[in-house]
């Protein structure tokens, strides 16, 4: 036990002042911006008993929050895996003029602000000052201030993730072992599943972790095209600002940190997947 003592005290020792203090600052930068404000969710939530958060959790409008998101969140997905996939085969196997022009547009939605995104689709959708509101109002179709328009908002800003995880694993992975599929019988749709699909599997289900978390926690642009309509098109994170406004301290920070636990369960998933990944 001493020597280990000693060896540790000799190792701190051989450690120049100037690395402890770059780590004390990142660490302390990281606990003031991060772990504080996470732990005080947790606080704050639980500040007047269990009791007092299980009703913010389970008041009608809550549940009706908490169902829409989900409800948005299954729906984006898949369309992003289909179409996320799809556009990460086109750009890994194939040239073709406007490529470039193609991979900016992908990583458009990350450089948008969500709230310009959501007047875009005001600007495009709207029965009043959209482009195609006139055809809309024709066939009674309802875009704006309706789950339509909430779903096509969270499908153009968590669009990016899918392809952004798939594409560099198919630049890497090349077309050796798909071309020695088709030599050898298979068709286009066994290619895909037995040789191309085994080797994306976890850029994938990552993708699909960070592109899920984001669905659940958009705020920006749901909140332009929705009219958080209580009961209606309220999310969650659009329903956590309306108690807190009306000063429900305590359900505001108990449905928040149900967000806060999906994150969090997300980071671990990633985390997982990651080291699954090296393994």
Wanted: with cysteine; charged share 10%; hydrophobic share 55%.
């Amino acid at each position: 036990m001493k020597f280990l003592i000693k060896q540790v005290k000799a190792t701190l020792q051989s450690l120049p002042w100037g690395r402890y203090l770059l780590i004390t600052l990142g660490l302390s930068f990281l606990v003031i911006v991060v772990v504080f404000p996470l732990l005080n969710i947790f606080y704050q939530a639980f500040a007047n008993g269990i009791e007092a958060y299980w009703a913010g959790v389970t008041i009608p409008e809550a549940r009706h929050a908490i169902f829409l998101t989900v409800v948005i969140a299954l729906v984006s997905l898949p369309l992003n895996i289909g179409f996320g996939v799809l556009l990460a085969w086109i750009l890994a196997r194939y040239s073709f003029p406007g490529k470039v022009l193609l991979l900016g547009i992908i990583d458009l939605p990350l450089a948008i602000s969500p709230t310009v995104v959501g007047l875009m689709f005001i600007l495009l959708y709207s029965h009043t000052a959209g482009i195609f509101g006139s055809w809309l109002e024709t066939v009674n179709i309802d875009v704006i201030f309706a789950l339509p328009g909430m779903i096509l908002t969270t499908l153009f800003v968590t669009f990016p993730f899918i392809v952004r995880e798939v594409l560099p694993t198919l630049q890497n992975m090349g077309m050796e072992e798909e071309e020695a599929a088709k030599t050898l019988g298979a068709n286009s749709w066994q290619t895909f599943w037995r040789v191309t699909f085994p080797s994306i599997r976890w850029a994938l289900l990552y993708g699909v972790l960070i592109c899920t978390s984001r669905a659940i926690g958009e705020f920006g642009a749901v909140s332009v095209v929705s009219g958080k309509l209580i009961g209606q098109t309220n999310t969650l994170t659009l329903h956590v600002e309306q108690v807190y406004t009306e000063y429900q301290t305590v359900a505001a920070f108990a449905c928040a940190s149900l967000l806060a636990v999906m994150g969090l369960l997300s980071l671990v998933g990633q985390e997982l997947l990651r080291t699954k990944d090296k393994s």
